[in-house]
C-alpha cells in the first residue's frame, strides 16, 4: 500500500541552525513523483518542489534543499540557516498509481517546524 | 492574479443542516480536488473531479457531495450524513493526470455544533 512516514512530528531550532526533515515513502509503482508543501499557520498549502522517480538529482533552491534517495525510499528537505518566518508545517506527499488504476497522492502526517528567534 | 478562492474562510452550523463550501480557480486546471484535515494530521481525499461533469470519490466521500458543471467551480455539500463533519476544508486544482502539483486554497474552517 502507498505510504508515506514523517516520523517526526515536531522539531524546534533556534534561528540560524540548519534543520533536516524526514520523508519515508512506501510505493509498488516504478513510476511516481514526490512532493513537499509547507503549511504555513494561515492554513493554506504552499507547493515547493515536485521530484520524479527518475530523477535522483539533488536539488538546492535558496536555503532550501532536498535529498532524494531511491535505495532508502527518502526525500528529506533540508533548510539551512532556518528562519523564523520557516515556522510552519510541512508536508511530504506521493503520488502513485493506485489498484484502482487511478493516481492518487498520498501525504504524510506533516512535521510541525518551530523556529525560535 | 491566478489562484484558488475558497468561501467563507469559517463557517459555522447547527447540526442536522447541510452546508455548501464554495471553491472557484481561474488557473485553467481540468483536475480539482476536496481535502479533508483534522488537527494534527494530514490532508484525506473527499473527492476528485479531473473534467467538467465527472468526478470520483475519494477516501473519505461518505457524507460528502460535490458537482462540477463548470471548468473553474468544484462546490462541496457536507451533509446532515457526515458524523463528524467539524474540521478544515482544503481545496485543490492541478493539470490533469495525477503527476502535477497540486494548487491549493485558503481553506475553509468548518464548525459544527
Known amino acids: ?117 | 492574479d491566478g489562484g484558488i478562492t475558497q468561501s467563507p474562510k469559517y463557517l459555522f452550523r447547527k447540526e442536522g443542516q447541510n452546508v455548501t463550501l464554495s471553491c472557484e480557480q481561474n488557473l485553467n486546471h481540468d483536475a480539482m480536488y476536496w481535502y479533508r484535515q483534522d488537527p494534527g494530521q494530514g490532508l484525506r481525499l473527499i473527492y476528485y473531479s479531473q473534467i467538467v461533469n465527472d468526478f470520483q470519490k475519494g477516501d473519505i466521500a461518505e457524507g460528502y457531495s460535490v458537482s462540477r458543471e463548470k471548468k473553474e467551480s468544484f462546490p462541496l455539500t457536507v451533509t446532515s450524513a457526515q458524523k463528524n463533519p467539524t474540521a478544515f476544508y482544503l481545496c485543490a486544482s492541478s493539470m490533469t493526470g495525477g503527476v502535477y502539483e497540486q494548487y491549493f486554497g485558503p481553506g475553509t474552517r468548518l464548525t459544527v455544533t
Do not use: H
Not at chain 1, 541552525?17 to 509503482?29: A, I, K, M, S
Not at chain 1, 531511491?70 to 540557516?81: D, G
Not at chain 1, 515556522?87 to 501525504?107: P, Q
Open chain 1, 1 to 117: 500500500a502507498q505510504k508515506v512516514t514523517q516520523a517526526q512530528t515536531e522539531i524546534s531550532v533556534v534561528e540560524k541552525e540548519d534543520v533536516t526533515l524526514d520523508c519515508v515513502y512506501e510505493t509498488r509503482d516504478t513510476t511516481y513523483y514526490l512532493f513537499w508543501y509547507k503549511q504555513p499557520p494561515s492554513g493554506e498549502l504552499v507547493f515547493l518542489i515536485r521530484r520524479n522517480s527518475f530523477d535522483e538529482q539533488n536539488e538546492i533552491s535558496g536555503r532550501y534543499s532536498w535529498n532524494f534517495q531511491k535505495s532508502t525510499s527518502s526525500f528529506n528537505f533540508t533548510i539551512t540557516a532556518s528562519q523564523v518566518v520557516d515556522s510552519a508545517v510541512y508536508f511530504c506527499a506521493l503520488s502513485d498509481l493506485m489498484d484502482t488504476g487511478r493516481r492518487a497522492l498520498t501525504f504524510g502526517s506533516g512535521t510541525r517546524l518551530q523556529v525560535q528567534p
